[in-house]
C-alpha cells in the first residue's frame, strides 16, 4: 500500500508543476522511474525472500538424515503437533500454490542456470516416484479405520519400490501398521527391520543357565499342581545338566534312570525343552507374562529361537509362548520393538505348517484392527491365516484324536514316501494338511481350525492330578477357548477322528448345559466322524437338526452299527489312515467335501 501511495503522489507532483525545461523533464522523469521499479524490485525480492524462507521451513528434514538417505539409509521421523486450522482457508490453499510455484521455479533454475540452490532444494524436495509412499505412510496413520486398511493393502501390493524405500516405511511406520504389513499376503520381507542387537550374556553364564534362572524368577502363584509339576521337574533336570557341566557325569530322568552318560553327550536341546514347556504353562497366567518380559524374556527367547533354527520343536515352544504373551494388549509394544513381528512375519511365508500356523496365530492375536478374537494355546486357524477380503460365513473345526496332532493327523496318506521337499512343489499332489491347503482351496469361505490338546500319558503328566487327563476336564477346557476364538458365532461343523469325536459329543453335551455355550449348539450344523468308537451312543440327544456323516474303519466297524442317525459310509482303512485320503480325488476327501457344501449351502449362499 505504501508502495503504491508513493507512486500516486510521484505522477500528481509531475502532472500539476509547472512544465520545467525539457531536458530537465527528461532526467527528472527517468529518476523517477528508476524510483519506481527499484522500489518494486526491492519489495518483490522481499517477498519471494520471505516465501522461500517459509517454504524451507515447512519442508524441516535433518540434514544429517537427508544425506544418509541419499545413500540409501533410513529416515528417521520426528513428528510434531500440527494446528488444524493453519490447514485451512483461502490464505493457507493461496500459500500452497505459491510454494509449488516457487519450488519448480527453483527446480528449473537449478538445472538451467546451475544455481546454488541446487544441491539444497534436490535434496528436500521429494521426488515424484516417491510420492506415493509417502502417501501411503499418512494414509496408514489416518484417523479413519478404512483408510488405513487400504493403505496397508496398497502397500502389500508394492514390488516396484528401491530397498531403501522399503526401509523408509518399516523406520517410519507405526506398530498397527508394521502388524498389518505382517498379515498380508503379498507383503515384501523388505518391509521388516532386522530385530534389535541382542544383549550379551552375563559371564561365567550359558543360555541354559539363564533360561533356568528365567523359569526359576516366574511365580509359584496361582498355579495348579499340573504346572508345579512341570516347573520343579523341569529346574531339577536343568540342574543337573549345570552340575554336569562342571564336571562329572550327567543323569537323565532324575532319579538315576534311565542312563547316564558324560558331559561331552549331554543334550542339551532336550533340557531346554524341559525349561520351555514349563515357560509355556506359565505364559498362560497374564501376571507371570509380565514378568518374563520384565526379566528380559522376549530377548532370551530369541537368542534361543536363532539358535534352535534347526530344532523345531525347541521353536514351537517358544512360538507358543510369544502367541500367550500377545493375548495380552499391553505387551504389544515390547513385543514389536523387540523385533519379534519381523521375525513372525518371515516364519508366516514359511512352507512348513507347523511355524506358518504358529506365526500366524501370534500376530493374529497382535493384529487388533481386524482381528476381535483370541486364539489361545491349542486353536490354530489354518484358513485364512492373513487378512482377507474375502467374508468368512461359517467355521469348520478339526479335532484329532489319541496321541494325534492338530497338523499331522491331516495330512495326506503317505504310504509312497513322498519326500516333503518335492511335496513343496506341488501342494494337490501331496500335502501335509489336507485342510490347510485342498479345503481351503474348494471353500474359500470358511474359517478353517484345527485344535490341539495334549493327549500323551509320558512322565511329564505323571505328576498331574488325574482329573485332568479325563475327557470331561478336556472338553471344559477347549470349551472355553474355542468360545475366545469366536467359535460359536456363525454356522459350523465339527470334523474329529477316534477319541476326538468322543470330546466333540462332550463338549457338545456340556454345551447344552451351559448358557453361555448356547450359540455353539444352536449354530452346529453337522458332525463327521472319522472312526469313532460311540459305543451306541444315542447321538440324537444332542439336537434334533445337525446332521451327521460317520466314517468307521476296520478296527471300530461292528462299534457303530444299529446307531439309527445319520450317514453310516463304512470304508477298508485302518484307524490311522481313515482321515488322511490318498489323494484330492479320493471318495473320502471328496465325500467330505460334499457334506461340507450340503450341510453349509443356505449359509455360504448369504
Not at 104 to 122: E, G, H, M, N, Y
Not at 431 to 445: E, G, Q
Amino acid at each position: 500500500m505504501s508502495l503504491a501511495a508513493y507512486c500516486v503522489i510521484c505522477w500528481r507532483r509531475i502532472g500539476t508543476s509547472t512544465p520545467p525545461p525539457r531536458s530537465f523533464t527528461y532526467w527528472r522523469q527517468i529518476r523517477n522511474i528508476i524510483k519506481f521499479t527499484g522500489s518494486l524490485i526491492l519489495g518483490g525480492s522481499l517477498f519471494l525472500t520471505y516465501e522461500v524462507l517459509a517454504l524451507k521451513k515447512s519442508l524441516t528434514l535433518d540434514t544429517q538424515v537427508v544425506e544418509r538417505e541419499k545413500m540409501k539409509s533410513y529416515i528417521y521421523l520426528h513428528p510434531g503437533p500440527l494446528d488444524k486450522r493453519e490447514n485451512h482457508g483461502i490464505a493457507c490453499l493461496a500459500r500452497k500454490e505459491l510454494h509449488k510455484a516457487v519450488r519448480k521455479i527453483l527446480a528449473a533454475s537449478a538445472k538451467i542456470l546451475q544455481s546454488p540452490f541446487a544441491d539444497t532444494f534436490s535434496t528436500v524436495d521429494i521426488e515424484d516416484h516417491e510420492c506415493a509412499m509417502w502417501l501411503l505412510l499418512k494414509k496408514s496413520k489416518a484417523d479413519e479405520r478404512t483408510a488405513r486398511l487400504e493403505a496397508v493393502q496398497e502397500m502389500s501390493e508394492t514390488h516396484h519400490w528401491h530397498d531403501y524405500q522399503y526401509r523408509i516405511i518399516a523406520q517410519a511406520c507405526d506398530a498397527r501398521t508394521l502388524i498389518g504389513l505382517a498379515r498380508s499376503k503379498e507383503s515384501d520381507l523388505r518391509f521388516f527391520l532386522p530385530p534389535p542387537p541382542l544383549p550379551s550374556l552375563k559371564e561365567d553364564s550359558s543360555i541354559e543357565e539363564e533360561l533356568r534362572q528365567l523359569l526359576a524368577s516366574l511365580p509359584q502363584t496361582e498355579l495348579d499342581e499340573c504346572i508345579q509339576y512341570f516347573t520343579s521337574l523341569a529346574l531339577s533336570e536343568s540342574s543337573q545338566s549345570l552340575a554336569a557341566q562342571k564336571g562329572g557325569l550327567w543323569c537323565f530322568g532324575g532319579n538315576g534312570l534311565p542312563y547316564a552318560e558324560s558331559f561331552g553327550e549331554v543334550p542339551s536341546a532336550t533340557v531346554e525343552m524341559f525349561c520351555l514347556e514349563a515357560i509355556v504353562k506359565h505364559s498362560e497366567i497374564p501376571t507371570h507374562c509380565d514378568k518374563i518380559e520384565a526379566s528380559g524374556g522376549l530377548q532370551l527367547l530369541q537368542r534361543l529361537y536363532q539358535l534352535h533354527r534347526d530344532c523345531p520343536k525347541v521353536q514351537r515352544n517358544i512360538m507358543r509362548i510369544i502367541g500367550n504373551m500377545a493375548l495380552n494388549e499391553h505387551l504389544f509394544s515390547t513385543i514389536v520393538h523387540s523385533g519379534w513381528v519381523s521375525i513372525m512375519a518371515e516364519a508366516l511365508k514359511s512352507p512348513h505348517i507347523m511355524k506358518s500356523s504358529h506365526a500366524a496365530r501370534t500376530l493374529a492375536n497382535l493384529d487388533r484392527e481386524t482381528v476381535q478374537e483370541r486364539y489361545q494355546d491349542g486353536v490354530y486357524v489354518l484358513h485364512p491365516q492373513y487378512r482377507t477380503s474375502q467374508p468368512i460365513k461359517a467355521d469348520v473345526l478339526f479335532i484329532h484324536g489319541l496321541m494325534g496332532a492338530a497338523f499331522k493327523t491331516w495330512r495326506q496318506q503317505d504310504s509312497e514316501r513322498i519326500l516333503i521337499e518335492k511335496a513343496l512343489e506341488d501342494e494337490d499332489r501331496y500335502t501335509t494338511c489336507w485342510p490347510k491347503t485342498w479345503l481351503a482351496r474348494d471353500c474359500p469361505a470358511l474359517r478353517i481350525i484345527s485344535v490341539e490338546y495334549d493327549t500323551t500319558l509320558s512322565d511329564w503328566r505323571a505328576g498331574c492330578p488325574a482329573e485332568r487327563k479325563t475327557i470331561a476336564f478336556r472338553s471344559n477346557e477347549l470349551l472355553s477357548k474355542l468360545r475366545a476364538a469366536g467359535v460359536g458365532d456363525r454356522p459350523m461343523i465339527w470334523i474329529s477322528h477316534s477319541m476326538g469325536g468322543l470330546l466333540v459329543k462332550k463338549m457338545l453335551l456340556e454345551a447344552s448345559q451351559k448358557p453361555e455355550m448356547s450359540p455353539i449348539i444352536s449354530n452346529t450344523r453337522g458332525i463327521i466322524f472319522y472312526s469313532v468308537p460311540h459305543h451306541g451312543s444315542h447321538l440324537a440327544e444332542y439336537s434334533v437338526n445337525i446332521r451327521y456323516l460317520l466314517f468307521p474303519s476296520l478296527e471300530v466297524k461292528e462299534l457303530s452299527k444299529d446307531l439309527g442317525i445319520g450317514e453310516l459310509i463304512p470304508v477298508d482303512v485302518n484307524h490311522l489312515n481313515i482321515c488322511k485320503p490318498k489323494k484330492k480325488e479320493a471318495f473320502l476327501y471328496q465325500r467330505t467335501l460334499q457334506f461340507i457344501r450340503e450341510t453349509l449351502a443356505k449359509d455360504l449362499e448369504k
